[in-house]
T-cell receptor
Framework: NAGVTQTPKFQVLKTGQSMTLQCAQD?????MSWYRQDPGMGLRLIHY???????DQGEVPNGYNVSRSTTEDFPLRLLSAAPSQTSVYFC??????????????FGPGTRLTVT | SQQGEEDPQALSIQEGENATMNCSYK?????LQWYRQNSGRGLVHLIL?????REKHSGRLRVTLDTSKKSSSLLITASRAADTASYFC??????????FGTGTRLQVFP
């Protein structure tokens, strides 16, 4: 299994441009999440999904859209990039274990710079 | 707002020494997990402890949880240079939504 894959690895955008960060998982996990990681701030949840067709907002959703048309894919769209969105973005997937907890599997990240 | 705060923010030790890092959180939880992040990589799950557990071991890792103080600690015994990474705690309330702490950067010198 490839696990969780993210593309691109690096991206530079100009302010106002839009783009989509891709995330895919081949583990048939129900749950997928997008986080951003900024220096000294840990990971903050942007959006998450509990299954195909179902998404919800996390802690910092403004400026981002998501959709979940299939179990495997969970793209993150930046509508109009701003310098404040310069960050490292991680996608994660998880499933509910038999002991009723969720262990997340992370992709390698996308490093985004907005100038 | 961050659920977990970790201290120290950074820790430097020699190989063979033990490393202890702490996590405090704000509200009641179902589970607390610890993750490791090597530089430039995604996070990797290390260990989970449930709210009704007080201590858990996995290899060189020992996790404690004190729900009355809303805190947890991660002990890495006999550390190795390969343990150099950032370590994050993450809490949940029984759903897939994890709230991560700010992390501890551990440097282990050979």
């Amino acid at each position: 299994n490839a696990g969780v894959t993210q593309t691109p690895k690096f991206q530079v955008l100009k302010t106002g441009q839009s783009m989509t960060l891709q995330c895919a998982q081949d583990m048939n996990h129900e749950y997928m999440s997008w986080y951003r990681q900024d220096p000294g701030m840990g990971l903050r949840l942007i959006h998450y999904s509990v299954g195909a067709g179902i998404t919800d907002q996390g802690e910092v959703p403004n400026g981002y859209n998501v959709s979940r048309s299939t179990t495997e894919d969970f793209p993150l769209r930046l509508l109009s990039a701003a310098p404040s969105q310069t960050s490292v973005y991680f996608c994660a997937s998880s499933y509910r274990t038999s002991s009723a907890h969720y262990e997340q599997y992370f992709g390698p990240g996308t490093r985004l710079t907005v100038t | 707002s961050q659920q977990g705060e970790e201290d120290p923010q950074a820790l430097s030790i020699q190989e063979g020494e033990n490393a202890t890092m702490n996590c405090s959180y704000k509200t009641s939880i179902n589970n607390l997990q610890w993750y490791r992040q090597n530089s430039g990589r995604g996070l990797v799950h290390l260990i989970l402890i449930r709210s009704n557990e007080r201590e858990k071991h996995s290899g060189r890792l020992r996790v404690t949880l004190d729900t009355s103080k809303k805190s947890s600690s991660l002990l890495i015994t006999a550390s190795r240079a390969a343990d150099t990474a950032s370590y994050f705690c993450a809490t949940d309330k029984g759903t897939d939504k994890l709230i991560f702490g700010t992390g501890t950067r551990l440097q282990v010198f050979p």
